[in-house]
């Protein structure tokens, strides 16, 4: 069906790329990889230029995370997803502890849980647009949740685990959260993230903040007998990491534009200057769910809505698909809900890069197409 509804040119955004991954990659970030080009793309990532800017990008997320002493910034090839086989492989000693709230938690844990070598891993879920608390157990010595999961907008802490096992390792899937919510990265042990999100560059890098606990780890699995894919190898990763290098090829362009963006963040003010804007443009949305007659925020909690992600639900008598469809013909794009939640929804990206009065703008169509849709 071709689109009939026309929102007028004033109520459109500068930048109608809303999705939740790949993000909006701001305009200063292409001029950057147009600026690289001559020197960087096209040569060796074994050489000075590249490796300096793998130095660069891990000093910046160092600084922009305020790193606690001894602390490293680790990265490898394949992105999140590679990371839960590295971590399964790499981190997990015998058992880990999963929060499944959504997709991506459910992920992770279903990684460990096929893993032959490793004990059955406890699995604590809730049901979409909530989440669970991890509970100490006796024998776990990982325990893992989303700080965004990003598949329905629900927002968890990063805290570490009272009562838990001496050494046991926290670890954080920060892929929508890092760069856009404030986050104390001392109460985690690995704080992991890809490009594609708040850093607003692209897709197939894994990157993650490791504590001196969770190095440690590493190098007494990898001194054992564990057989472990060459490609998932943590410990070269961190060697590699160590030389500013990775074990094979990383997209140069990807790391350009992160790099431009963390070097952006760190200007701006930081950590503080990140959550405080995403924190802005998501209240915008929630405000105006809260108040509108046919929408709601659909994450009940106030306290559990995400300041990345915002997914919001429409009553039965709006038809968030078409609102999706209006938008979309208009390129305002990626406000479908997630795939399988399969609600009457649209979710939002507010990731660091997004204006917030691009957000009122967005507010601003989808009002008007909800007006004439009634
Ligand atoms: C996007 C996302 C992933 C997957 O990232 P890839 O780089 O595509 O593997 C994992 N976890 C969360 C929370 C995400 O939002």
């Not at 060796?44 to 990008?57: D, E, I, K, M, T």
């Not at 990763?237 to 362009?253: G, V």
Request: negative net charge.
């Amino acid at each position: 069906m071709s689109e009939t509804l026309r929102i007028p040119d004033h109520l459109l955004p500068a930048d109608g790329r809303f999705g939740a991954g790949p993000s909006k990659v701001r305009r200063e970030q292409l001029d950057a990889l147009v600026a690289a080009g001559p020197a960087l793309l096209g040569t060796s990532h074994r050489q000075a230029p590249v490796r300096n800017l793998v130095g660069r990008v891990r000093e910046g997320l160092g600084t922009f995370f305020d790193a606690p002493d001894g602390y490293e910034v680790v990265l490898g090839v394949g992105g999140s997803t590679a990371f839960w086989d590295v971590a399964t492989f790499g981190l997990v000693e015998a058992k880990a502890q999963h929060l499944s709230f959504g997709e991506f938690g459910s992920k992770f844990a279903a990684a460990t849980t096929k893993a032959p070598f490793l004990d059955d891993s406890s699995v604590i879920t809730a049901p979409p647009g909530t989440r669970p608390e991890a509970v100490a157990e006796t024998g776990i010595d990982t325990y893992a949740w989303p700080q965004n999961e990003t598949s329905t907008g629900v927002a968890a802490p990063v805290r570490r685990v009272q009562g838990a096992d001496d050494g046991a390792l926290v670890l954080v899937d920060a892929t929508s959260a890092a760069g856009g919510l404030d986050v104390d990265v001392s109460q985690a042990d690995v704080y992991y993230f890809a490009p594609q999100k708040n850093f607003a560059s692209d897709g197939g890098l894994w990157l993650g903040l490791f504590s001196p606990a969770a190095l440690e780890r590493a190098a007494r699995i990898a001194a054992g007998d564990r057989w472990v894919p060459d490609f998932l190898n943590l410990q070269t990763a961190i060697d590699n990491s160590r030389l500013n290098q990775t074990y094979n090829t990383p997209s140069l362009s990807t790391l350009v534009t992160l790099d431009a963006q963390v070097q952006w963040l760190n200007a701006q003010g930081g950590l503080p200057f990140a959550a405080a804007r995403t924190a802005d443009s998501a209240g915008r949305l929630y405000r105006w769910a809260e108040a509108s007659p046919v929408a709601s925020p659909y994450v009940a909690r106030p306290e559990d809505r995400s300041n990345v992600i915002v997914t919001v639900d429409f009553d039965e008598g709006v038809d968030a698909a078409r609102i999706a469809a209006v938008l979309r013909s208009h390129g305002i794009v990626d406000v479908e809900p997630y795939r399988k939640l399969g609600r009457n929804q649209l979710r939002i990206a507010t990731f660091v890069a997004i204006e917030p009065d691009d957000v009122s703008a967005l507010i601003a169509c989808i009002d008007h197409v909800v007006e004439q849709l009634l």
